[in-house]
C-alpha cells in the first residue's frame, strides 16, 4: 500500500478514484483549493512513477458533491454524479460531452545511453516533420480520431518507428518515445530465435517473428542494404554445410522479399560450419540445444 503523496491527497479527502484509459485517472476531492464546495472532480495523468498536477473539472464542478466521474471508452463522453441544484433529486447522474485537443510529447532518445538525441528529425504519416529540442522532445499538436505512425530519420543511427492513435482516447497529452541505437556499416546484429531443424531451410514460425522485426528495420531504414548470413552446425561435410547454409539463408530472404523488402537490398550468405559459435567442432560430442546455436542467423549493414 502507497500513498499517492501531496499532488493527489488534501486534509479534506479523495474518493471514488477511476483508472481510465490508458494513463488518465479522475477522482473526487474535497480539500483542495479552488473547490467550488464539496466535492469535486480532478483528473490527472500518470507520468512514470508520478502524477502531473490534478485539473479541476471546473465546468461540470457546482457548490453542492460532483464525484464518481466514468469516462465512456469513445473518449469523448463522461458520466459521473451531482447534488447540484436543479436535481431531481438527492444525487443525480448527469451525461457531459468532453471537448479538449490532443498534443503529442515524443522523446527521441539513444537506446543504449537513454539520453536524449538533440536535434533529432522526425518524419509523420501525415507529411509533417518535426526536429527534437535539446531535451530530445518533440511535441505537436494531433487531430482527433486518426491514427499515426512517427518515423526518425537520424543519421548514423538504427532509425525506429512507433504508431499510435487517437481514437477512443480521452484529451490531452499522448506521451510516446522512439530508442535509436547508434550503428556503423560493417556492424552485424545477431538474430534470436532463428533456428532450424536438423538437415532443414524452412522457415519455422518463431523464426517468422524474428524476421519480422528485420522488416520493419529495413523500412524505418530505407537506405540500408544488409548481408543475411546463415551457419550451419558442424555435423556433415564442409561442403554440405555450405550448401544448407546457403539455402537457409536465401529462405530467410525470400521470405523477407514476401513481406516487401526490394531484392536488390539484401543479400543471401552461407557460412556453413565456418563461424561457430561454441566448441561444437567436427569430433566433438555436443548436444542437440548446443549444435543448434550454431544453426543461427545474422545480418550485416554493408550500406547506409
Not at 20 to 46: F, H, P
Not at 163 to 189: A, L, M
Not at 220 to 247: C, F, M, T
Amino acid at each position: 500500500m502507497q500513498n499517492l503523496g501531496n499532488k493527489i491527497k488534501t486534509p479534506g479527502g479523495e474518493m471514488f478514484p477511476v483508472f481510465e484509459m490508458k494513463n488518465l485517472v479522475d477522482y473526487a476531492s474535497q480539500g483542495k483549493s479552488g473547490s467550488k464546495g464539496g466535492l469535486d472532480i480532478y483528473y490527472t495523468t500518470i507520468s512514470g512513477d508520478d502524477f502531473e498536477v490534478p485539473v479541476n473539472l471546473e465546468q461540470i464542478n457546482s457548490s453542492g458533491d460532483d464525484f464518481g466521474m466514468v469516462i465512456h471508452s469513445n473518449g469523448k463522453t463522461g458520466y459521473f454524479t451531482s447534488k447540484k441544484e436543479g436535481g431531481e433529486g438527492d444525487d443525480d447522474i448527469y451525461k457531459v460531452l468532453l471537448e479538449g485537443e490532443f498534443e503529442l510529447e515524443l522523446l527521441v532518445r539513444d537506446k543504449k545511453t537513454l539520453s536524449p538525441v538533440s536535434g533529432a528529425k522526425v518524419n509523420f504519416s501525415d507529411n509533417m516533420t518535426r526536429y527534437a529540442d535539446n531535451n530530445g522532445i518533440i511535441t505537436r499538436d494531433l487531430d482527433d480520431d486518426s491514427d499515426y505512425t512517427a518515423f526518425s530519420d537520424v543519421q548514423e543511427y538504427m532509425n525506429e518507428s512507433v504508431s499510435f492513435t487517437t481514437k477512443d482516447k480521452p484529451f490531452g497529452i499522448i506521451k510516446e518515445v522512439i530508442n535509436i541505437e547508434k550503428v556503423e556499416v560493417g556492424q552485424k546484429f545477431v538474430m534470436e530465435n532463428i533456428y532450424y531443424d536438423f538437415d532443414k531451410w524452412d522457415i519455422r514460425p518463431e523464426a517468422a517473428e524474428e524476421l519480422d522485426k528485420l522488416v520493419k528495420i529495413m523500412k524505418d531504414n530505407p537506405s540500408w542494404k544488409v548481408e543475411l548470413g546463415s551457419h550451419a552446425d558442424s555435423r556433415g561435410s564442409d561442403s554440405y554445410n555450405i550448401e544448407l547454409s546457403q539455402k537457409r539463408a536465401e529462405s530467410a530472404v525470400d521470405y523477407i522479399v514476401s513481406r516487401g523488402i526490394s531484392r536488390d537490398r539484401i543479400t543471401a550468405k552461407g557460412y556453413g560450419e565456418s563461424q561457430l559459435v561454441n566448441e561444437c567442432d567436427d569430433g566433438v560430442e555436443c548436444n542437440e540445444e548446443q549444435h543448434q546455436m550454431n544453426r543461427r542467423t545474422e545480418f550485416t549493414i554493408i550500406e547506409m
